[in-house]
């Protein structure tokens, strides 16, 4: 667990700490006041539900399964439209998220954790971003990331980027049917928070409510209706167990539309390997993880005990 005394050196990030404040005072109540005046008009909808799933996904399949856990080939073309639409989504440069989520993993509960659900809801759902980067972090585990110039390159220009595609693109939107201050009402600020807290859940809920199918090793968990709020990020106890998988919902009736996204682009040809855990390899650790809720360690040659846990690892 981080230490009071280091808690107490960290910088806060006031830049940070305005915007994750004002974003969701204008947000609802901004919206609020202009659809009282003004009404709603269904392009409006569509203006927050284009840059929901374009930013969304950019997050989720881009950010997260390809660029942290590179878990799938991916077409430059492809790469592109993640490092632009991803800036749009407001979650810093894919370099720097792609950094921290990395030490997230390695680090999982620990101080060395970004996000450490150790320190407090509240610290691993958003507080952690009210602090400036610490001045000794490198980028020592991102070395496939720092030698990518299109990497760079929106690491460079990302303020510029994040500006266009998240504010000015759903303004102008707005504007080409006349309602400019809904577009980016509801396709810049609405959209830009409701992105944020869906991906801010999976590192506060989804380490927090839910069950643990394949690891007790973290507290991470498998969640299914946060994975309809998030892309399919929700299943998080597998992602945690099997990190190199782009796949977070395994089954074909879990909700998880950046699989699904990964997957149909494939026969594009924009994505290629797409990696997928071997079958027995998961219900080794099914079994594993039911043992170890049944406080049966040691019980794999007894095939009674073996049978009870397959039994209970199907039933979860
Ligand atoms: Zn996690
Ligand atoms: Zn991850």
Not at 29 to 51: A, D, K, P, S
Not at 106 to 123: N, R
Not at 144 to 173: C, T
Request: neutral net charge; glycine residues 8%.
């Amino acid at each position: 667990m981080l230490s009071n005394e280091k808690n107490l050196v960290k910088e806060l990030d006031w830049v940070n700490i305005a915007f994750l404040t004002v974003t969701p005072l204008v947000a609802f109540l901004g919206t609020g006041v202009y659809v009282y005046h003004e009404g709603v008009r269904v392009w409006e909808l569509l203006n927050f539900f284009l840059f929901f799933v374009l930013t969304g996904l950019s997050i989720t399949g881009g950010y997260h399964r390809y660029f942290a856990h590179r878990s799938y080939e991916c077409n430059p073309i492809l790469k592109l439209f993640y490092l632009v639409f991803g800036a749009g989504a407001f979650q810093n440069s894919a370099l720097r998220w792609s950094s921290d989520h990395r030490d997230h993993h390695k680090y999982v509960d620990t101080e060395q954790d970004p996000y450490s659900i150790m320190l407090g809801a509240f610290y691993a759902h958003m507080g952690w971003i009210f602090y400036k980067t610490p001045p000794h972090k490198n980028f020592d585990n991102v070395p496939d990331l720092i030698k990518d110039p299109l990497v760079l390159w929106q690491d460079r220009y990302y303020l510029l980027l994040s500006s266009l595609v998240g504010f000015f693109l759903p303004w102008m939107l707005g504007a080409a049917v006349g309602r400019p201050w809904g577009g980016l009402l509801w396709g810049g600020f609405l959209r830009i928070v409701i992105t944020h807290h869906m991906t801010f859940s999976i590192n506060s809920i989804a380490h927090m409510i839910g069950s643990q199918p394949y690891t007790v090793e973290d507290s991470s968990r498998d969640n299914w209706w946060l994975a309809f709020f998030s892309n399919g990020e929700g299943y998080h106890n597998y992602h945690h167990r099997f990190q190199g998988d782009y796949r977070n919902g395994i089954k074909w009736y879990q909700w998880d539309p950046s699989k699904w996204f990964v997957w149909s682009l494939n026969f594009l040809g924009l994505t290629a390997r797409l990696n997928r855990t071997p079958d027995e390899i998961i219900l080794k650790a099914r079994l594993d993880t039911e043992f170890k809720h049944r406080g049966l360690h040691g019980c794999l040659s007894d095939p009674r005990r073996i049978r009870e846990a397959r039994i209970g690892a199907a039933e979860t």
